[in-house]
DNA sequence: TAATGATTTTACGCTATGTAAAGTCATTAT
DNA sequence: ATAATGACTTTACATAGCGTAAAATCATTA
């Protein structure tokens, strides 16, 4: 016997209702308790109006409910500019834009991410959403500076990986709260970050100098 | 009633020996748990043949714990040599040597350290214990750019500040995580730190060049 | 209007937490 | 010698969170 057909439009909206007040919740949970000790489903789930069960049955997994909240800001982030700086038909400004782009993406909800970022709390388990999420940073960055450094001497593969490596660091959110330093504005810091990865490129670039400080 | 004297030679010992077991326990649930989602006092204990009562009972709590472990690590990893570093006449080879005893630091127990540095389960709590220890490195790295910017230039603070933010980041165990890439060796790694640390050096000291890259 | 199935809740067993009260045993004083 | 003392450890308790299974709710469909 086929399970028959069964589509209820006023009860999906209400799931849907239902999902958006737990995200919510979460997004606001996070936020609160820095880090992801404090973070649990069941404050979730209580702050949502709501039980535990359903924030599962919602979303699977803790992990899951992590990546949803984390996947909704990047919805907002402004990350879709990224098409356009890697459009650029000049690399470096490309590269410059891309900086821009994601200093903008880690200050938009510092604390959120700071508490994203702590990820101690989910185990290896959250780390590694993360890091498939960066990937995109990665690649974005691999492809320019294919294209940075394309032409000149060093085109060595492990050589160029040091320098995608290098700018993946400086680029990360943890490199973007360090030079914060709790005071720094988001433009300070963009400023800095611009001028490292400046002098990597140009390391990378140019003829090896001479390596005294 | 004052309270009578009271020293138990056989006893000390026998506690000295609990904490020690406490200590190695905690060091290799930690390792094993990466990061601090599974790591338990109830664990710990069970593994070092003891109750959980006994854990507290030895280090007050979770977060001194921690430290504990932390310490334990920073007795072995070779930190003794900073002193020596900073003594060098040459503020820049000093640097170079400092970067040289942090990336033996961090490539020590790096297992350990990861965990550790995943804190976000403890919240924001232990972070602070962290923050307070990176304090030596950060103002071993304020006293080197003090002599090595002396003299030239830019003797404004607020410059100076960005230097130390830029060389405290990038000695951070964070970034030698993330040069490391889970494949390139320590000193693969000390380079190019070190290169990075040089160019922001040069920038800070040589007067306002160009900013293109 | 009774059966269906999506959604939510109640209920259960488990692990961990932090503390308090009791137990164990080497040491001290009478 | 032996009873009191106090350091160290354990048993016991109350609480909170986790993940799942079984029941309850209720809009839809036959």
């Known amino acids: 016997m086929p399970p028959r057909p069964y589509c209820s439009p006023r009860r999906a909206a209400a799931a849907q209702q239902t999902r ?4 919510d919740a979460a997004a606001v949970q996070l936020r609160q308790s820095q880090g992801i000790g404090a973070f649990s489903l069941e404050g979730v789930g209580r702050a949502a109006g709501v039980t535990r069960p359903t924030v599962y049955n919602q979303f699977g997994s803790r992990r899951t409910l992590l990546e949803a909240v984390f996947d909704d800001l990047a919805a907002r ?51 590694e959403s993360l890091q498939a999420r960066n990937q995109r940073r990665r690649h974005a960055l691999a492809v320019l500076v ?3 450094v394309d032409g000149e001497g060093k085109t ?3 050589v160029r990986d040091e320098l995608v490596d290098i700018l993946f660091a400086v680029t990360s959110f943890q490199f973007f709260r360090a030079l914060s330093a709790g005071h720094r504005s988001a433009d300070e810091v963009r400023r800095m970050i611009e001028q490292i990865a400046a002098d990597a490129v140009r390391r990378f670039s140019a003829p090896p100098a001479a390596t005294t400080a």
Do not use: K, V
């Open 156 to 158: 060595d593969q492990g």
């Open 146 to 148: 294919g294209r940075l």
């Open 20 to 23: 958006r007040r737990i995200l």
């Open 77 to 127: 982030g402004g990350l879709h500019r990224l098409g356009a700086a890697m459009g650029d038909p000049d690399a470096g400004a490309g590269l410059r834009r891309l900086i821009a782009i994601f200093c903008d993406f880690w200050s938009f909800d510092h604390a959120l991410f700071a508490s994203l970022y702590n990820a101690g709390g989910t185990g290896a388990e959250f780390e």
